[in-house]
């Protein structure tokens, strides 16, 4: 199994534009989530699903959107991208509670 | 109140040392706690979980101590090798599908 896999693994964007965090799970899980970790900070929740087809707001969700089509994908979209968001991605998945990280994607809008 | 196992933000040992590392949660209804480890550049590691009706759990190297009473954790480290060398943080949950609420990490570094 892969695990968690994210892409790309790093990013420049210009304010203003948009992009999609990729995020794909081998493990058949139900749960997904994606986080931000800023320097020195631990991770906040951004969205979560429950399931394909149900997604829900976390913590800090304004300016992203998210969608769950299917069991394995759990893209994340930034619409227009500000400096506040230069942070790093992490996606998550679990079957109960112990959550699996993917190796993260690192985003810097300038 | 009394501050119990202060977090520390940095913590050096010595190889073959044990390290002892602490953590305060914060919410009461949590019932599923998790130690991870992250090294530089890399996503958080699972390390080792333990729920709230227990007080201790062990696993190869690392065991895990909860003290309900006072919302603390602390991961226990046995012989530390330079391999150890990360942040580790703490996380709480109520449940699956639930966030994980991180604590305050904690960087290992460890000498030879």
């Known amino acids: 199994n892969a695990g968690v896999t994210q892409t790309p693994k790093f990013r420049i964007l210009k304010i203003g534009q948009s992009m999609t965090l990729q995020c794909t799970q081998d493990?058949?899980?139900?749960?997904m989530y994606w986080y931000r970790q800023d320097p020195g900070m631990g991770l906040k929740l951004i969205y979560y699903s429950v399931g394909a087809g149900i997604t829900d707001k976390g913590e800090v969700p304004n300016g992203y959107n998210v969608s769950r089509s299917t069991t394995e994908d759990f893209p994340l979209r930034l619409e227009l991208a500000a400096p506040s968001q230069t942070s790093v991605y992490f996606c998550?998945?679990?079957?109960?509670?112990?959550?699996?990280f993917g190796p993260g994607t690192r985003l810097l809008v300038l | 109140g009394e501050s119990v196992g202060l977090h520390l933000p940095t913590l050096s040992v010595q190889e073959g040392d044990n390290s002892i590392i602490n953590c305060a949660y914060s919410?009461?209804?949590?019932?599923?706690f998790i130690w991870y480890k992250q090294e530089s550049g890399k996503g958080p590691q699972f390390i080792i979980d333990i729920r709230s009706n227990m007080d201790k759990r062990q696993g190869q190297r690392v065991t895990v101590l909860l003290n309900k009473t006072v919302k603390h954790l602390s991961l226990q480290i046995a012989a530390t090798q330079p391999g150890d060398s990360a942040v580790y943080f703490c996380?709480?949950?109520?449940?699956?599908?639930?966030?994980?609420?991180f604590g305050k990490g904690t960087t290992l570094s460890v000498s030879s």
């Open positions: 996380a709480e949950t109520s449940g699956a599908g639930t966030a994980l609420i």
């Open positions: 493990m058949n899980h139900n749960y």
């Open positions: 998550a998945s679990s079957y109960q509670e112990t959550q699996y």
């Open positions: 919410n009461s209804a949590s019932d599923y």
